[in-house]
């Protein structure tokens, strides 16, 4: 059985500090991933905390399958186990006395299951994570990314309603990171289970939510579909922390519609989206991708010439350093061929739908 998980003005303050979770409302559907994204200390454990239980919010309402299972308005608060959740974790919470099987089988236990049953039900969710084969080995024995795995099939083997995963890649080097990334997502799908995880890492987010939600400060800012978060997102900050790290201050000149003409002084002026209701006069950022500044190319609108500052060629891409009008940007060519030479003058073309417009609040929203 998977469940709706649905949070609903959820607040959690500790005892000393601002608010760790500040008014956060979303829902899982049942079946979907859903990927908090945020930087350390904007409150994704403790979000995940309270869901399974383990944390007593302040108030605000969860529910799991349409049961509540927290609300401090009107007292209730059902214990984590009673809430049939499965949670994995950064470290790789397994016993290393045991073999794998045992690891696995072990929160049958407690079920009511005969042993002839529980087995083939462990070595189906071994099967699923790829570790059949390792069933009688002992854990120690085992790579970090198939320890994971094993906290992976232990979490799932009775299939709980939900899954809630904290940065489970993290303490895995680069190269198995990527691999149980993928597998991941293909995992959690043939399950169908409903699942809540939690990273800073914005490539795992686009690789494995259904949809993203980019948090700070205890705030959730946007939730949207990956297509959304990294193509209209819905603020400097969310822009910023998916990758849209350039940014250009101006003044809003001229509304049309969704567009908008900015001005940056010295007669500089180009076409942007406006991200942002945003009304003629107004002070303005303007945030942009790496690789969405076409170098060496004129097109109409939005072009102008650069100088390029700094090149740093990586193999298969070049990320140049170029002075616009006064701006450091830098900028990503996709290639083998590094075109462009330190200190030499060049046309860019910045796509009106790249340029995103915010209201200016004050100094660069990311930290
Ligand atoms: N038990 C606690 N007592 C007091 N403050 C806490 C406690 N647990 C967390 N906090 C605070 O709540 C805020 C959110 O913490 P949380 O662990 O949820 O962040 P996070 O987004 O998971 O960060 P990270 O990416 O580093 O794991 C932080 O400011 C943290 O210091
Ligand atoms: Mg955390």
């Known amino acids: 059985m998977t469940a709706t998980l649905e949070v609903t003005d959820l607040r959690k303050q500790f005892a000393i500090g601002r ?9 899982v559907p049942a079946g979907e991933i859903v990927v908090l994204l945020g930087p350390s200390g904007c409150g994704k454990t403790t979000i995940l905390r309270c869901v399974a239980g383990l944390e007593h919010p302040t108030s605000g309402d969860i529910s799991i399958a349409g049961r509540v299972v927290s609300s401090p308005k009107r007292g209730i608060l059902v214990p984590p186990r009673s809430r049939d959740l499965g949670m994995v974790f950064q470290s790789y919470a397994v016993w290393p006395h045991m073999t794998v099987r045992q690891n696995v089988i072990y929160p049958l236990k407690h079920r009511k299951f005969t042993r002839a ?3 083939r039900k462990v070595d189906e969710v071994l099967e699923l994570v ?7 080995r002992s854990v120690v024995a085992l790579s970090g990314g198939q320890m994971q795995r094993v906290a992976l099939a232990r979490s799932i083997v009775y299939r709980p309603q939900l899954l809630l995963l904290d940065e489970p890649l993290s303490n895995l080097d680069a190269k198995l990171r990527l691999r149980l990334r993928d597998d991941l997502r293909v995992i959690l799908k043939q399950t169908g289970m409903t699942a809540l995880y939690v990273t800073h890492d914005q490539a795992e987010a686009v690789v494995l939510g259904d949809r993203i939600g980019v948090m700070r400060d205890g705030k959730l800012l946007q939730i949207g579909t990956p297509d959304q ?3 209209r997102p819905a603020d400097l900050f969310v822009a910023n922390f998916t990758g849209a790290t350039n940014e250009l201050a101006g003044t ?13 002084g010295g007669g500089q002026r180009a076409q942007a989206a406006l991200l942002h209701p945003l009304t003629s006069g107004e002070k303005v950022r303007i945030a942009l991708r790496p690789e969405n500044i076409a170098i060496g190319k004129e097109d109409g609108a939005n072009s102008f010439t650069a100088r390029v500052v700094d090149r740093r060629y990586q193999g298969t891409q070049t990320v140049y350093d170029i002075d616009l009008f006064g701006h450091r940007l830098e900028v990503l060519e996709l290639g083998t061929a590094a075109r462009h030479q330190v200190g030499a003058q060049t046309p860019i073309c910045l796509p ?7 209201r200016d609040s004050g100094p660069s929203s990311y930290d």
Do not use: K, M, Q
């Open 19 to 27: 608010p760790a979770i500040d008014g956060v409302s979303f829902v």
């Open 117 to 119: 049953e529980a087995n």
């Open 130 to 136: 790829g570790l059949l084969e390792y069933a009688e």
């Open 229 to 231: 978060i990294y193509n």
């Open 252 to 264: 809003l000149v001229e509304r049309n519609g969704e567009f908008g003409v900015v001005d940056f």
């Open 352 to 358: 009106r739908d790249a340029c995103w417009a915010y």
